[in-house]
């Protein structure tokens, strides 16, 4: 099997949620050659991607979302230990969560994943993070960023729900406040006062850096 067959079939175990064959595809890519990154974008991502475009078209259902997720999941456990830099002094402190009512976390985990990468300390507090778990977490861990992921429409209302909940907590401008998930857009971003938005995980990992180095350059001046 060659590097391109091995990315087709990895994205069609994904799309099945055949776990098992997607780990030893993981592997098999990997032992190939095949960098963490090429398995994300050539072949697990626009997988996954197809298989929201099938629930659209009532093609899939909710249990073959789960399946696949699965799949997906079991792959990114391989990979994070590849992907994430070791040894460096964290550059920041970036606190993520999906907000409360939504339990999606693939894209929330591979933000974690090329955050770290990049040197920053992460903590994830999971999904379904409800607005007064943030704010206890914020003043427990200080940190520099703080992330909402939200991947439904009907749960983008929270990122101004967990806003309201820093600005009665007096933290709004402890932190720098970042959103994303598949829905979200920039004016979305703008229109509930976060910091900033970012459409994938490198733009994410960008965009952190960027931001950190305003507010540190402001806080010098
Ligand atoms: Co659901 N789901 N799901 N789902 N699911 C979507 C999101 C959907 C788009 C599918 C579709 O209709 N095409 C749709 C939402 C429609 C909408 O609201 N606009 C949907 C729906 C409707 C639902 C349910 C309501 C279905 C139902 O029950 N009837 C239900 C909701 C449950 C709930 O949360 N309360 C549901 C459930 C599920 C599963 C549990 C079965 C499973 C989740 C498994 C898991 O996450 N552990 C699931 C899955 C797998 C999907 C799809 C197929 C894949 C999501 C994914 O992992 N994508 C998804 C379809 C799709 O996205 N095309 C879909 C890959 C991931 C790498 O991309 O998540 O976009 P993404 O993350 C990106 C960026 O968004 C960004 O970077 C990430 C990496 O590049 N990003 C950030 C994310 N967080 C960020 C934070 C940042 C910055 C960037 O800063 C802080």
Redesign the pocket.
Known sequence: MNQEELLKQMYEATLLGNAPVVLELTNAGLAMGLTPEILLFDSL?PS??E???R??RGDFF?PE??I??RA??GALEVLRPLMVATGVEPVGTFL?GTVK????????N??DIMLEGAGFHVIDLGVQVAPERFVEAIVEHKPDIV???A?????MPMFKANMNALEKAGLRNEVIV???????TQEYADAVGADG?????S??VKLAKDLLARRRSVAVA
């Open positions: 991502i996954l991607e298989v929201g475009a629930f659209e909710v979302m789960l696949a997720g997906m999941a993520m009512g939504d339990v999606h976390d693939i894209g929330k591979l933000v992330g909402f992921s991947f439904l429409t009907t749960t970042m959103v994303g998930g598949a829905p979200v938005y970012a459409a994938d995980a733009a994410a």
